[in-house]
């Protein structure tokens, strides 16, 4: 049973025959129309939509009455008898003092939408990328698992080959048997990460990802200097300068609420023809007399949005310029140390498992020797498959973040 079940796990990782067709870029682009993004997008051209009309006067008002009528004497409720009742038709019109500062917040909460979609998208393509990496690296674990399980297989049937012959040892025989179970066990497990991934992927890109992944890894162009220089243009800075711009706008509105509101109303006054029409100009002023209790506190308190605004994006600065710093020292030593794997330690391990498997094959080494061989080499391919792993990730994230596709 564990010799058919290594057999369909290798069959499961063995190289697909058509072309691998979706490369990291492929998923980055797919990403960047997902449903999130399209909302994003739509809450963009709401708050746009929403500014021309922010900034504009109020409706006008009609105003239709009856003034002066009699309600006792002979006269009483007749319309046309006394010459101070008349039928009065006019026009209202109020004008605000803070059109100003309501468009200025419509404009900032137009920005904050866009702040918003910039972190979505930034959201996405790293979601995406992760993703991606991942399915690339799980499946490039399977290759090297593959090969080893085979090679297990193959020694544990030579085993058995050999006792059944009289000329093998029994321990030697459960030991690479037992070794080969291991390995379709890990391959077991692998399968399952693979799945995982693949499904993580399908969550940032929909059913492209079920799709071959490109055989091409993903490099980045990583130079330290000029991501210092864009890391004032994080899409997460935005979004603190969206707020920034979001409490002065409130700030300016409370301020308003300082200047009096007015309104003029034009009406024209119908009487008896017998007494002639009337016309009549109103204008209301508003008194602002408690300011030191209304709105002067507002203003205070206005005013102090502005300075948290501004200090969180101060700390959010230095935040992040402290993360750029520590990924950017990550990066550089993944690079040495994935290079060191290169050129060192997985050339020496796989000279190792070869010679170990040449001696066992000619009875000078014993099965436990070469199962460590084997052991030793799987560890330095899959360590080195991590380290290439962990450094696409992080220029993954250096590049979705300070690269040169910031506005």
């Not at 008194?287 to 005013?303: M, Y």
């Not at 690079?335 to 050339?347: G, I, T």
């Amino acid at each position: 049973m564990r010799v058919a079940w290594l057999a369909c796990c290798a069959l499961g990782w063995a190289p697909i025959a058509h072309a691998q067709d979706l490369s990291f870029n492929d998923a980055l682009a797919l990403a960047s129309d997902g449903p999130r993004i399209e909302a994003g997008r739509a809450s963009v051209r709401a708050a746009e939509l929403a500014i021309g009309p922010a900034g504009q006067l109020p409706d006008p008002e009609l105003v239709l009455g009856l003034e002066n009528v009699p309600l006792s004497g002979v006269d009483r409720y007749r319309l046309d008898r006394d010459e101070m009742t008349m039928q009065r038709i006019g026009v209202m019109q109020e004008m605000p003092s803070g059109l100003g500062a309501s468009r200025s917040m419509a404009e900032a909460e137009a920005g904050r939408a866009g702040a918003g979609l910039a972190m979505a998208e930034l959201e996405a393509r790293l979601g995406a990328a992760q993703a991606w990496i991942n399915l690339y690296y799980v499946e490039r674990r399977g290759e090297a698992l593959r090969r080893l399980a085979e090679e297990a297989s193959a020694a544990a049937g030579a085993a058995r080959g050999r006792l059944a012959a009289g000329a093998g040892n029994v321990d030697e025989t459960i030991a690479v048997g037992i070794e080969a179970a291991r390995m379709a066990d890990r391959l077991a497990e692998l399968e399952a990460a693979r799945i995982r991934a693949r499904s993580e992927l399908r969550r940032w890109i929909g059913e492209a990802a079920d799709q071959e992944l490109d055989a091409a890894a993903p490099a980045f162009a990583i130079d330290p200097a000029q991501m210092r220089e864009r890391l004032r243009r994080h899409p997460a800075l935005g979004a603190y300068r969206a707020e920034i711009d979001a409490a002065e706008a409130g700030l300016a509105m409370a301020r308003a609420e300082r200047r009096p509101d007015w309104s003029w109303e034009l009406s024209y006054g119908r009487r008896d023809p017998s007494f002639g029409d009337m016309a009549s100009i109103e204008v209301r002023v508003g008194l602002p007399l408690f300011q030191p209790w209304r709105q002067g506190p507002l203003v205070a308190a206005r005013r102090a949005d502005v300075a948290r605004a501004e200090a969180d994006r101060t700390a959010a600065e230095r935040e992040y310029a402290a993360a750029l710093d520590a990924q950017l020292a990550e990066y550089s030593a993944l690079s040495a140390n994935l290079e060191r794997a290169h050129s060192l330690r997985l050339p020496l391990a796989t000279q190792r498992a070869s010679a170990a498997a040449g001696a066992f094959a000619a009875g000078r080494a014993n099965a436990a020797q070469l199962i460590e061989a084997r052991r030793a080499h799987l560890e330095a391919q899959l360590e080195t498959i991590e380290l290439a792993e962990r450094r696409a990730l992080v220029g993954a994230a250096l590049a979705m973040q300070y690269g040169e596709s910031l506005p």
